[in-house]
Every structure is written in C-alpha cells, then in structure tokens.
C-alpha cells in the first residue's frame, strides 16, 4: 500500500472508526437503561396525568347613558328611610372590566384621563374594580 494512501486512511479512517464506536456504545447503554435490564427490578408504580388547559374568554361591556331629563329614583324601606340619586342629563357610563386602565377608556370614548378624574372624583387610576361604574362622558 501506497505510504499517502496510508496517512489518508489513518487522517480520516480513525475518527470516523471513533464515531462509529461511540455511537454504538452510546445506543447500547441507551437500550440497557430503557429496558430495564438491571438487577434490581422497581416494582412501584407511579400514576400519570395528562392536564388539558381550557382557556373560554367572554367579553361583556356594558355602557349606560343616561335620558336627556334628569332621572330621578326612590327606595322607601319599612321604616320610612327614602333615599334619592340623581344623574346627570346625557351623561354616559362604563362599567370597568378586568384588564382595563383609565387611558384606554379615555381613548375609546375620546377623552383625556384628567377629564374622566374630573367626572369620577375618588377614582384610583392605579386601583380599578372590575364591575365598577364610571362616567366617561
């Protein structure tokens, strides 16, 4: 055999021989470990689950607008305690959900934040309540 051919053989043969080997070894111990094949045998079981996420969203907004008069509303309990609201003529309402912030009200029904804290005095921008009635016009 030609001396060059023999380096040739030797420069690529031996590692791809390694290759060849560590694969091999690595799929025997591979097979070895899933099939149980060790001298003790684990006799425990273990249960499993399988969790299925179920993600339903339902969107509810609800708007109140009030009639051009002003309304005006009476409670009289058994004791004669009335008590009386009264809203402001064509203003409108919100009621605030779960996620929303003051500048996206104010952008959906064209305001500003300063005037929606203006109509809604003891309004916590930081701390909204989901059900909340606020007036944004």
Known sequence: MDP????????????ALFLVAATVA?????SGLDSGSSART?????????????????TTK??????AAPTTSATT???TTTTT???????????IQTGDTLGAIAAKYLTSVDQL??????LDPSALRPGARIRVG
């Open 62 to 67: 609800l708007v109140l607008t009030t009639p």
């Open 4 to 15: 060059e051919r023999r380096r040739q053989l030797t420069r690529y043969g031996a590692p």
């Open 85 to 95: 609201a009264t809203t402001t003529p064509g203003a409108q309402y919100y009621v």
């Open 42 to 58: 684990d006799t425990s079981t273990v249960p499993t689950t399988t969790a299925r996420a179920t993600t339903a969203t339902t």
């Open 26 to 30: 690595v799929l025997l111990v591979k």
């Open 117 to 122: 804290l203006t109509w809604n005095p003891g």
């Open 77 to 79: 309990t058994s004791t």
